[in-house]
């Protein structure tokens, strides 16, 4: 399979999800973007069409626990450093969009380091 064929899978998932996911106030949007080298997270609400936080990879707070971004146990301790900023924010519960990406290794080990610092889906 290509490359532009497996993207294009990607996108026409990510619309399903998409058109079943909207951020609120109360319970915003967690978009989730992964390359190959990490992740950037968005919290956001789209009905004020506002971003409330971001957090990436490459961010000094993560670069101080981990070298790379890119395998699980980064995402693990992204997601663990992530839920922190959340609940400092008073973010307790979000909508998780995967952003069209299969629910496994990398995004699994996130989503369940989100769910460990006590963020609920």
Sequence with gaps: MKLADKELQRI?????V???IT???ERPRLSV?????GFVCQVIDDIAC???????????KFKDKSK???????AKT???LFA???KAKGITKVAFDRGGLLYHGRIKALADALREGGIQF
Excluded at 68 to 74: D, H, I, K, P, R
Aim: no cysteine.
């Design 23 to 25: 951020g609120t106030a």
């Design 33 to 37: 973007h992964r390359s190959k080298r």
């Design 78 to 80: 992204f997601g663990k």
């Design 12 to 16: 026409k998932r990510h619309r399903r």
């Design 18 to 20: 998409r058109r079943k």
């Design 50 to 60: 506002r971003t409330l936080i971001s957090f990436s990879t490459q961010d000094k």
């Design 84 to 86: 922190e900023d959340l």
């Design 68 to 74: 790379t971004g890119g395998n699980v146990e980064a």
